[in-house]
């Protein structure tokens, strides 16, 4: 493989899916550069932020556990700039893929819209650049022993997968959190209406307003990626990034610039 690979999450630079994912990576022949938040950036999505300075980002070096030679940064920023910048060499030349993960917790549904892991693949396709999230479904609270070496199994495969595909692909794989053994085969999958969480919201007498995470009790559609998820499948699904909808603004094979659109 030997191609050049960012690997960074939203889980921070300690976390040690992250590290389980860029020995996976390693050992697929990657060439591996880590950098990833200082400190914990979930729900961001894509966010162009630097925790400290707009202009200046900091960074540190780091060494991570059973990555002897893999250069490895922390860095004050959201992992949306971090790929930004990444791809445009601010690690040391520009990564033929941007690998993003091992997340703690499933991103599923259309909530992928606000996660930092998603959103830094995505970000890397807006300049061209291939990427990969990798999600573990250890559950919306967190608690629980997290099977970070059932998701790097997966990794090779999808990485094949991603490179067979074209340029600017972006594929999100959920990996049930189960012992290796106990994977089911991988499905393709289309994105749930809703994930396995949900926003609850209220407004309080003090003024605030208090934001909780429930579990979701739709049952969603059977091929869809929380459903295959929850039954026990890896599940890959292709993201676009930003785009037209040509469905709305066309009805036609090719769009129309000078006509008005509210003709």
């Known amino acids: 493989m030997a191609e050049s690979t960012l690997v960074t999450n939203d889980d921070g630079i300690e976390s040690p899916g992250l590290a389980a994912l860029a020995r996976a990576a390693v050992a697929a022949g990657a060439r591996v550069t880590v950098a990833a938040p200082l400190s914990e950036a979930s729900g961001t999505s894509a966010s162009l932020v630097a925790t400290e ?11 991570l556990p059973g990555l002897v030679g893999v250069p490895a940064f922390g860095v004050g920023a959201h ?18 893929v941007v690998l993003s993960g091992i997340n703690r917790g499933a991103n599923i549904g259309r909530a992928v819209l606000h996660s930092g892991t998603v959103g830094a693949a995505l970000t890397a396709s807006v300049v061209g650049v291939r990427g990969l999230a990798v999600s573990l479904d250890v559950g919306f ?20 997968l991603l490179l067979a595909s074209p340029p600017a692909t972006v594929l999100s794989v959920n990996v049930p959190n189960v012992p290796v053994d106990r994977l089911r ?26 934001v909780t995470t429930v579990a979701t009790d739709t049952e969603p559609a059977p091929d869809t ?22 469905v709305v603004q066309n009805d036609t094979d090719a769009v129309d610039t000078a006509r008005s659109p509210w003709a």
């Open 53 to 63: 300075d707009h202009q200046r980002i900091v960074t540190e070096e780091r060494a």
């Open 79 to 96: 992992p949306g700039l971090i790929a930004h910048v990444g791809c445009q060499g601010a690690f040391g030349g520009t990564p033929d």
């Open 141 to 160: 609270d967190g608690n629980g022993q997290a099977h970070w070496e059932t998701a790097a199994s997966v990794v090779a495969a999808a990485l094949d």
């Open 185 to 210: 085969e991988p499905r393709w999958a289309r994105l749930a209406e809703f994930g396995s969480v949900r926003s609850a919201v209220e407004r309080l007498s003090d003024g605030t307003i208090e």
């Open 225 to 246: 990626d929380a459903a295959l998820l929850a039954a026990g499948h890896v599940t890959v699904t292709a993201l676009r990034s930003v785009s037209e909808d040509q």
